[in-house]
Each structure stands twice: as structure tokens, then as C-alpha cells.
């Protein structure tokens, strides 16, 4: 079940990770990479194509109050978006060698869509107060977006703010 269905967690926003799909990881490999980062986190629905890839997962961690829906895309739709994409990430580029960077995503076929969710937690303090505190910590979401790309050979990219995450620029 994904969290958009949770009445318990509030999307928040969406991330990608751009890679080769011939280093697309296997399903198995990225559980128990996740597992060991964190013994805390909670893994659920890991699905895996017919090769033992993995498709999709929802992970989520409540300690920091965040979870998230991780789903691939493969094919003609990532290479629609890219063009796009590639358009928005050069009109904030500054430099030659990211401009650069940017062009060779062009080289990348498969993505990961990452679906940030906070969990909502009702304090019943005021009712003036909507009953919601911001708890939720990010800092597990860049950790997992992180090490999912280093698995694929991938780049995060933050759509939303038209940037490429990974600090290599």
C-alpha cells in the first residue's frame, strides 16, 4: 500500500535518482543495505521485476517522523521527461562543467521516483494550532536517496528546485 493512501502521512515532495538501467540493483541487495544503515527503519512491500530487481519499496522511519514510496520508471516516459528536465537543470546551471554534467544525464535511462512523506502527529494542544507539529526530520531521506544512488551509479536530482543534489558539481 503506498502512503499516499495513509491517513497517517503527508506527502511532502518528490525527488529522483537518474542511472544506467544496466545497474538497476537488486531488490534484496537494497533491503538489506537499508537494513543495515539503520536497524529502525521499517521496509515494506519491497517488489522485485522477474530478474529480482528491485521495482519498488516504502520505507519508513519513525524516528524522524518520515517515510517514503520509492518506484521505478523505465523506458519511453524517462526519456520524455529527461528532455525536460535537462531544460529546467540548465536554465539554473553556472558554470561549463555542470552545464556539462547536466547534458550527460541524457545518457541515463531508468529513475527512481522517491515520494517524501511526513507523519502527522496530532498534539490536541490548541485548537486555534491545526494540531500538527513539525517533527519530521529529513536527514533519513537524504541518508536512504544517497545510498540508493551510490548502488545504481546514480544522481539525485530535486526537481522542485531544479538542482542535482550530490554535491559533485
Known amino acids: ?66 517515510a517514503l514510496d520509492l518506484s521505478l520508471v523505465r523506458g519511453e516516459e524517462v526519456a520524455e521527461q529527461l528532455a525536460d528536465l535537462i531544460k529546467d537543470l540548465l536554465r539554473s546551471a553556472s558554470s561549463a562543467r555542470e552545464k556539462q554534467r547536466i547534458r550527460d544525464l541524457a545518457k541515463l535511462d531508468c529513475r527512481f521516483d522517491v515520494y517524501h512523506f511526513e507523519q502527522l502527529v496530532f498534539t490536541g494542544r490548541d485548537e ?31 526537481p522542485q528546485a531544479n538542482v542535482i543534489l550530490d554535491g559533485d558539481q
Open 1 to 66: 500500500m503506498s502512503l499516499f493512501e495513509n491517513d497517517e502521512y503527508q506527502w511532502r515532495e518528490t525527488y529522483f535518482i537518474l542511472f544506467p538501467q544496466e545497474k538497476l540493483p537488486a531488490a534484496e541487495s537494497v533491503v538489506k543495505t537499508l537494513q543495515q544503515m539503520n536497524s529502525r527503519y521499517l521496509i515494506r512491500d519491497p517488489r522485485a521485476d522477474e530478474s529480482g530487481r528491485l521495482e519498488s519499496l516504502t520505507l519508513e522511519s519513525p524516528d524522524d517522523y518520515s
Open 128 to 158: 486555534e494550532d491545526d494540531g500538527e507539529d513539525d517533527f519530521m526530520d529529513p536527514g533519513a531521506l537524504l541518508a536512504v536517496m544517497e545510498r540508493i544512488a551510490d548502488l545504481c551509479g546514480g544522481v539525485i536530482i530535486d
